[in-house]
């Protein structure tokens, strides 16, 4: 290329990349200028090697709009400004954002985040079963009810009793359209209250995360349900003055506090601070996103090889709300991949508020002979079942169903671990392939995956 044409085309470039930065977050913009000027930096040094058709530069620019929405590899410091807003700031409610996320409340206000409990007297069609019913395990009525919990894979009534909230003794199974008994008694906290519903509150072991600013003292809420303050922090400073300097995001933290803006209620663990006048409480109390989760919560302990309420024997989740619990144990974790480079829980048309239809967002960092794997030419000769089959679906092995969450009905998986079938029979902890082969046993799938050649054998089980 003619030095007189080098110009133009870095120029032409900058242009092209610098579009792909609109409207992307300030890490992603980061990215791109760190490539706009290495691209700048080699075209100079390599002008006879910089003729990028139109087509491979716009590759670029899908690229980098599509880069995953990963904790900041360098968080930007909070100014000493925000810091004091921090402080000084209240809370004000979901409903003070919608002026200038007008959009973004619209999604909101309709995922499970903001429908976790419901009024049944401001929403009567909230209560999925029909009520009265003549079975025995229902001693209630709708006139009961003061919230409705749930409604996803099962869902529970409270009722109130003077200022608190008691969980009443019959659940709905919504997969199974039955009704079940509830009383916890496996968990850590079960025999540090009494054998009786009506003495186990939930403002000490369900309200904190079910809210805004919850104040166990005067057992008041902001607002019920997971509010635009419950990751962003209180927001009055910023609805005075909205900057980015006076609000919290997220996505500008370093993967470790991002992460607990959700671990800190999709974990199991226990409050440090217990009892607190009298009462154990089973969330995080004290703890908001502008602090450190550490500092007020303890993830449930596990005993190798043990299996417990919590966890089977290699410490992965054996029951629903320890995604946290799992997550933190992945490779994924380590690498700065955060719960929202998968989930966004403003809303999406997709199951589990992901951000793209599962297999999508896998393939976008994992496809075939990448450094992240698999190390296969194609899916097929990774995953070893035909293309488009639930078996080829990175899901199925990497994140099978196998916490439960009620009866037979479980969630899955946060470890993206691949259970081999040797490891079901040591440590008691289901594996992907007896999931779905459920007639075979663990010996059929080890003998099934030893034909796998491209697999090493020293990550297998003997």
């Known amino acids: 290329m003619a030095p007189g044409r080098l110009l133009p085309?870095?120029?032409?470039?900058?242009?092209?990349?610098?579009?792909?930065?609109l409207l992307l977050g300030s890490e992603k913009e980061r990215m791109a200028n760190s490539f706009i000027s290495s691209a700048m930096e080699f075209a100079t040094l390599h002008a006879a090697g910089w003729q990028l058709p139109d087509q491979q530069t716009w590759q670029l620019v899908a690229y980098i709009r599509n880069l995953p929405e990963t904790a900041s590899v360098n968080p930007i410091a909070l100014p000493a400004d925000h810091q004091s807003s921090a402080v000084s700031a209240h809370y004000v409610g979901s409903a003070a954002c919608k002026t200038c996320h007008s959009s973004i409340y619209e999604t909101w206000r309709k995922t499970p985040m903001a429908n976790i409990l419901r009024d049944p007297r401001q929403h009567p069609e909230a209560i999925i079963p029909a009520l009265p019913t003549n079975d025995p395990l229902v001693n209630f009525t709708a006139a009961d009810i003061a919230f409705v919990y749930g409604?996803?894979?099962?869902?529970?009534?409270?009722k109130r009793i003077?200022?608190?909230?008691y969980v009443l003794p019959a659940q709905w199974d919504v997969t199974h359209h039955q009704w079940r008994p509830y009383?916890?008694?496996?968990?850590?906290?079960?025999?540090l209250y009494p054998p009786d519903n009506f003495k186990r509150p939930t403002s000490a072991l369900c309200d904190g995360c079910h809210s805004v600013n919850y104040d166990i003292k005067t057992k008041t809420v902001t607002e019920w349900n997971v509010g635009c303050e419950k990751c962003h922090g209180a927001g009055s400073e910023h609805v005075d003055h909205p900057t980015s300097s006076n609000i919290l995001n997220p996505a500008r933290q370093?993967?470790?506090?991002?992460?607990?803006?959700c671990i800190q209620c999709h974990s199991q663990g226990r409050a440090l601070e217990n009892p607190i006048a009298g009462k154990y409480y089973d969330w995080p109390v004290g703890y908001d996103v502008t602090r450190k989760l550490s500092d007020f919560w303890k993830l449930e302990e596990h005993k190798l090889g043990e299996t417990s309420f919590t966890h089977f024997g290699d410490g992965t989740a054996h029951k629903n709300r320890m995604q946290g619990n799992d997550f933190v144990t992945s490779l994924m974790y380590t690498h700065g991949v955060t719960c929202f480079t998968c989930h966004d829980v403003h809303g999406?048309?997709?199951?589990?508020?992901?951000?793209?239809?599962?297999?999508?967002?896998?393939?976008?960092?994992?496809?075939?002979?990448?450094?992240?794997?698999?190390?296969?030419?194609?899916?097929?000769?990774?995953?070893?079942?035909?293309?488009?089959?639930?078996?080829?679906?990175?899901?199925?092995?990497?994140?099978?169903?196998i916490a439960q969450t009620i009866a037979d009905v479980n969630v899955r998986s946060h470890t993206f671990r691949f259970v081999y079938p040797a490891m079901t029979d040591a440590l008691h902890i289901p594996n992907a392939c007896n999931n779905c082969h459920s007639d075979k046993t663990t010996m059929w799938a080890t003998a099934a995956i030893k034909t796998w050649s491209e697999r090493s054998p020293w990550r297998m089980a003997q």
């Open 183 to 191: 009383f916890v008694k496996d968990d850590w906290w079960a025999p």
């Open 348 to 401: 999406t048309d997709n199951g589990a508020t992901l951000r793209k239809p599962a297999q999508v967002l896998c393939l976008d960092c994992h496809g075939p002979n990448s450094p992240n794997g698999p190390h296969a030419h194609t899916l097929e000769q990774h995953t070893h079942h035909k293309s488009g089959s639930a078996g080829s679906e990175c899901i199925a092995c990497h994140m099978p169903k």
């Open 9 to 21: 085309v870095v120029d032409c470039t900058r242009r092209h990349l610098i579009c792909a930065t």
């Open 254 to 261: 370093s993967y470790v506090p991002a992460n607990d803006v």
């Open 151 to 158: 409604s996803k894979w099962k869902q529970r009534y409270f």
């Open 162 to 165: 003077g200022d608190d909230y």
